[in-house]
């Protein structure tokens, strides 16, 4: 996130620079226009709650791809974070 620098007990190499660069930009479009993508950026899909899980793999060459590794993860820790809604019966953030 741009402070690369400040730690100096590692070796920092162009391909973290670089991968900073690209957080910062997704963290800047995110905060300014609440969606991360971005001119010169990989796509970031849209997290969709009914669907395909998907993961953005934040690497060298930063990606979108599928999650379906940890689905069933994730499906038995949605009942411990995501309530059902008491005007519609409906699952949503607590």
Do not use: C
């Amino acid at each position: 996130m741009g402070n690369l620098g400040t730690n100096t007990h590692f070796e920092w190499g162009p391909a973290d620079h670089e991968l900073s660069e690209v957080m910062q930009g997704y963290f800047a479009n995110f905060i300014k226009t609440g969606n991360p993508n971005g001119p010169g950026l990989p796509s970031w899909p849209a997290y969709h709650s009914m669907g395909d899980f998907g993961i953005m793999r934040l690497d060298v060459e930063s990606r979108a791809e599928p999650e379906s590794i940890r689905r069933e993860r994730y499906l038995f820790l949605d009942p411990f974070y995501v309530k059902p809604q008491p005007s519609t019966g409906r699952l949503g953030a607590p």
